[in-house]
């Protein structure tokens, strides 16, 4: 991305501290420090101030090519110690009055090496404030947008992939590698988070990581997965059958698809995040499945695979466009008597002022059977 992008999301970054009262934000979690400098490496403290002035970097010479590669037109420091401590130590000699710090993402231990790196008359500057940086990652620019769309549609490439992969009797653990084999192959960075393949009885666990479980002659194989690429994370499910269904577990597919075609339809900016979660629901309450749904509809995605907003019960945030959120309904019945399953299917849409865009379209979710 250009250095003209960081430098508009430092200067929006510079106007909400303004709004907030504050002189300057510390900004020390790492996803908000790539998207608001592009530097990707693992000790960072940027400061930006509420004035104008120049954003400053640190990070330690491990870091002294990569830094001035990826974060041009920011000013760096390369410090021989933690980035935190010294970035610290600036703030307290700047004259800021106020500087907020990310009380959401701040652990405990960080908060208090902050405190220590300050003289005791300097720590009542610093200030936990919401997690301001965060939410301004939840609406992407029209560059972050292009890339979300090619995560997806390499996600999409590899369901396609996988259809004519997968087999009975190979186990959950060999459909992951092959999937994560072929997404390094066509250029993912890496996943966005652990591939869930679940088969079976198995995909009655919403969160069933890949085990040595063998696919089965007759039943649903659930595959939820996401591929980085320039830092972006792309995020997916889709649910077949392997082997033939009863009528009981295609009726139930059915409810399930129109659960989600329903929250797709109920994307648009201005609409509340507990208003699409309930068209989900709804579905699935007027299918008597509603008591197997057990998690929210869905989540932002972006540099992070669960950023805001959240779509779910009591969520009262209204949608905006440009925020990137999945819908992702499901069943999972965990019955005393008949057979246990658990159906997922999930997209990708982009909100705009009239409705949704699906960037995961080019994967079918209608019934496959294989």
């Known amino acids: 991305m250009s ?31 790539q998207y608001l400098s592009g530097f990707t490496g693992s000790n960072a403290a940027l400061t930006v101030y509420a004035s104008g002035k120049p954003a400053v970097l640190m990070t330690d010479g491990r870091y002294t090519k990569q830094v001035r590669a990826e974060a041009a037109g920011t000013k760096v420091e390369i410090v021989d110690r933690a980035a935190l401590p010294a970035a610290c130590a600036l703030i307290a000699k700047s ?6 710090v990310d009380a959401v993402h701040t652990t405990v231990e960080a908060w208090e090496q902050m405190k220590r790196s300050l003289p005791a008359a300097k720590r009542g500057i610093l200030k936990p404030v919401g997690a301001m940086v965060s939410l301004q990652r939840e609406v992407k620019d029209a560059e972050e947008l292009r890339v979300m769309r090619k995560a997806a549609k390499l996600g ?58 063998r696919l089965p002659r007759n039943g649903f194989i659930t595959l939820d997965f996401g591929v980085i690429l320039d830092g972006y994370c792309s995020d997916m499910t889709r649910t077949v059958y392997m082997g033939r269904a009863t009528n009981e577990e295609r009726q139930a597919y059915e409810a399930v698809l129109a659960s989600q075609m329903a929250g797709v339809d109920a994307v648009k900016a201005g609409v509340a995040c507990a208003e699409v979660d309930e068209a989900c629901r709804s579905v699935l309450r007027r299918a008597g499945l509603a008591k197997w749904f057990t998690h929210g509809t869905g989540h932002g995605v972006g540099l992070e695979i669960h ?62 059977q294989i």
């Open 3 to 33: 250095t003209s992008v960081f430098q508009t999301r430092r200067s929006e970054a510079a106007r909400r501290a303004r709004r907030e009262g504050l002189g300057a934000l510390l900004i020390t979690h790492l996803p908000d420090v």
């Open 95 to 100: 004259g800021v009055k106020r500087c907020g």
């Open 156 to 213: 999409c490439k590899l369901f396609e992939h996988m259809l004519g992969y997968m087999q009975a009797g190979m186990t959950e653990l060999a459909v992951a590698a092959e999937l994560e084999h072929e997404a390094r192959l066509r250029g993912a960075q890496g996943m966005s988070f652990t591939t869930i393949v679940a088969t079976g009885e198995r995909s009655a666990m919403p969160h069933g990581h890949a085990s040595p479980a």
């Open 307 to 368: 950023e805001g907003p959240r779509l779910g019960t009591g969520q009262r945030q209204k949608l905006e466009p440009g925020m990137v959120v999945t819908i992702e309904p499901g069943v999972y019945l965990t019955r005393k008597k008949g057979r246990n399953f658990g159906i997922r299917i999930e997209d990708m849409v982009v909100v705009k002022k009239n409705g949704g865009e699906v960037i995961t379209a080019e994967a079918p979710k209608g019934w496959i």
